[in-house]
């Protein structure tokens, strides 16, 4: 699933670094294509920075109707 880091510890590079030592392993372990998935729009931009490959495959959009 999407990677958190806390609100407090962003922009020190710490999500980044956890995110590319996740898709280095999974690399590593052969996966040539993974699925993060229920990404927030405004996070896309920083799974695309972490590696050229990154694209957009598929859009969701949850509603919900209340009575």
């Given at each position: 699933g999407p990677l958190g880091?806390?609100?407090e510890?962003?922009?020190?590079?710490?999500?980044a670094?956890?995110?590319r030592a996740a898709l280095d392993d999974l690399h590593?372990?052969?996966?040539?294509?993974?699925?993060?998935?229920?990404?927030?729009p405004e996070l896309?931009?920083?799974?695309?920075?972490?590696s050229a490959g990154v694209a957009v495959?598929?859009?969701?959009?949850?509603t919900r109707t209340f009575d």
């Open positions: 880091v806390l609100p510890a962003r922009r020190g590079g710490l999500g670094a956890l995110a590593a372990r052969g996966f040539a294509r993974i699925t993060i998935p229920w990404v927030a896309v931009a920083f799974y695309t920075r972490l495959a598929e859009r969701r959009v949850l």
